[in-house]
């Protein structure tokens, strides 16, 4: 199933990389309009035939063979990213700028909650605001749905036993009081101490016989410390760093305001999911189900990762068209001739 996701993802990267990045723009309310269809049907009632739980989860479809809240990322990135230019000077203003954005963003949030999977829903809300931030939008504004928001965000993690449950279980991780909810974490922190500085080698690792849960997903990266250590771990963050780097760098020299909040927002959605997860693993962080990009298991969250290297790629290499016609032309360089 992996490689049919490797299969379809380069096929997909190939495709985008040739894509001129601006007509993302044309489409963005098509591909908002998707998510939103996407992630209803894993919450409506009658929808349990193509959407049933999934370890206590309404999260896929199609019996795990989709995951919409993933493919929602990539439509946040380009639908907040398109109407922040829309919008323009109107963004200095709350009612005009960030609420009806907050409000779309909102209920792909409510729908995520309701599967239940709180980290997606915060997720959203931190891909919203980095683009929003980068366009100039105001600190108070953020400071007010902040407020508006934290009640709501306290009860849902109330209700949602198992939230709770991680976050005091983080906190008082030695606690035998907690010792069910931290299973997953003390595995993972004996998988990634049994590594060493070089690893067990590959395929050697015991974790993944069944006492790390999700091993193959939630956990791969406790067994890139088991079955390479340190220095794998180490090899994996400098790998997604150079990535970010050159995310940003591309996002820097985009040839417009578009393209360039596009590539900010998708070099961010790629680095906090990477390190978020590398945080868990190593116990910095608390247990959240966040995958590996173009390393675990799961085809929705390859195909995505390859369709932002797509686009990346595509505002990356038409800027530097931009550059080579211009020093290839020389009316761009000298003045024109009456």
Excluded at 20 to 41: F, N, Q, S, T
Excluded at 88 to 109: C, E, H, N, T, W
Aim: aromatic share 10%; net charge positive; glycine share 14%.
């Amino acid at each position: 199933k992996q490689l049919s996701g490797v299969g379809v993802g380069a096929i997909v990267f190939a495709v985008v990389a040739k894509i001129d990045a601006e007509l993302w723009r044309k489409y963005a309310w098509h591909l908002m309009g998707c998510a939103i269809v996407g992630m209803l049907l894993t919450v409506l009632p009658f929808t349990r035939s193509i959407a049933p739980p999934i370890l206590g989860a309404r999260r896929f479809l199609f019996g795990g063979s989709i995951q919409p809240s993933e493919f929602a990322k990539l439509a946040v990135v380009i639908w907040t990213s398109m109407l922040v230019v829309k919008k323009g000077d109107q963004m200095r203003r709350f009612s005009k700028g960030m609420l009806p954005i907050a409000v779309v963003i909102g209920a792909l949030g409510i729908m995520a909650a309701l599967e239940p999977d709180l980290s997606v829903v915060l997720f959203f809300g931190l891909q919203m605001g980095v683009i929003v931030f980068a366009a100039g939008g105001r600190i108070g504004h953020f400071v007010l749905l902040g407020v508006l928001g934290t009640p709501l965000l306290w009860k849902e993690a109330q209700r949602l036993q198992y939230v709770m449950e991680r976050l005091l279980g983080f906190a008082d991780a030695a606690s035998v009081a907690h010792a069910t909810v931290n299973y997953q974490l003390k595995q993972s922190l004996i998988a990634v101490g049994s590594g060493g500085f070089f690893g067990v080698g590959f395929g050697e690792g015991r974790q993944q016989n069944f006492f790390l849960p999700l091993s193959y997903d939630d956990c791969i990266g406790s067994n890139i410390g088991e079955e390479w250590g340190f220095v794998g771990l180490a090899g994996v963050t400098v790998l997604y760093a150079t990535w970010g780097w050159l995310g940003f760098r591309i996002a820097k020299k985009a040839s417009t305001q578009f393209q360039q909040l596009v590539a900010l927002g998708l070099t961010v959605m790629m680095l906090v999911t990477a390190y978020l997860h590398l945080g868990v693993v190593t116990g910095l962080l608390p247990t959240t189900g966040l995958t590996l990009p173009f390393i675990s298991y799961g085809r929705s969250n390859l195909i995505l990762s390859m369709v932002a290297t797509g686009i990346l790629v595509n505002i990356g290499s038409t800027r530097e068209r931009l550059l080579g016609l211009g020093a290839t032309n020389p009316l761009a360089r000298s003045p024109r001739r009456g």
